[in-house]
């Protein structure tokens, strides 16, 4: 996951996206939880859709709140957008 994360980091230098791709590489839950609180889903595109794949704190069905919280927060940003609302009916 380094690797791709280190590809990612070429074609997308976001900074808030650094530093999801920071907090998933350091395997951190806790750590993933907090961001997903801090992160504007206005501000940012579609979670789910991050290159190189799915990171995990945006990912369904685990039941962890944080993401369940913020994917209701990015869903009405993002009306029309199947993952999220897939992503929100299994949360």
């Given at each position: 996951m380094a690797r791709l994360f280190q590809v990612t980091r070429l074609l997308d230098p976001d900074p808030v996206?650094?530093?999801i791709?920071?907090?998933?590489?350091a395997g951190e839950p806790a750590a993933l939880g907090r961001l997903a609180e801090?992160?504007?889903p206005a501000?940012?595109?579609?979670?789910d859709r991050e290159p190189g794949g799915r990171l995990p704190v945006f990912s369904h069905g685990q039941g962890h709140k944080?993401?369940?919280?913020?994917?209701q927060k990015a869903q009405p940003h993002h009306p029309g957008d199947f993952q999220i609302n897939?992503?929100?009916?299994f949360s």
């Open positions: 996206r650094n530093r791709r920071d907090t998933v590489a801090e992160i504007d501000a940012q595109p579609v979670p944080p993401t369940a919280r913020y994917l897939h992503n929100l009916a």
